[in-house]
């Protein structure tokens, strides 16, 4: 039997998505009509969504790239964590109701059990990725031309890594440590 450290994870909901909705059980709830867009690409970073029920969309420049109709799911994590414009448009593609998390950085320090539970499902995506494109990749292996190319390419974005952080703040800007 495991310790009790890890029955703390094997318990009755061990689903990320299962724990997120649970925890957000108290936020305000959104309802949005179908066709309607809850959030739009190249915009701020703003509000992170959790979707209680109904379909969503996910386009970006208008194709349409997944459908999501998970209960917990979380929508405009990374743009607010990584504070950049958001990368894609979530599209309401029936009538849905979202619970919503108007200061997302803020909510994820203060709720830690959040955080984790985003942490699972956006690592979750991640691993999905990649082995898409390792599947990818290995169906390309030997081709030759623009196909032979995408092995590169695919290599490249898969070692791609964050710009290094920024030092600073407010009060030191150029982040020297003096006050």
């Excluded at 059980?25 to 915009?43: F, K, N, R, S």
């Excluded at 997944?66 to 607010?80: I, K, N, Y």
């Excluded at 791609?160 to 030191?172: F, L, N, T």
Aim: proline residues 8%; contains cysteine; hydrophobic residues 40%.
């Amino acid at each position: 039997m495991g310790s009790p450290r890890a029955n703390i994870y094997l318990g009755r909901h061990t689903g990320a998505v299962t724990d997120l909705l649970e925890l957000c059980a108290e936020l305000p709830e959104e309802a949005t009509p179908q066709g309607e867009v809850l959030i739009a690409e190249d915009t701020a970073p703003g509000r992170m969504l959790v979707l209680v029920s109904g379909s969503v969309t996910v386009e970006r420049d208008g194709v349409p790239l997944a459908r999501v109709d998970t209960p917990g799911a979380v929508f405009g994590e990374m743009s607010a964590v990584l504070g950049t414009p958001a990368t894609a448009t979530l599209r309401a593609e029936s009538p849905v109701r979202v619970r919503v998390i108007d200061d997302p950085l803020t909510f994820l320090v203060e709720q830690p059990g959040v955080a984790l539970a985003v942490l699972r499902m956006t690592a979750a995506r991640l691993d999905g990725l990649t082995r898409y494109v390792a599947d990818v990749k290995a169906q390309l292996t030997g081709a030759e031309g623009h196909l032979g190319m995408v092995g590169q390419i695919l290599d490249t974005l898969v070692h791609h890594q964050a710009p290094p952080a920024q030092p600073g703040s407010a009060r030191d800007p150029e982040g020297t440590g003096a006050h």
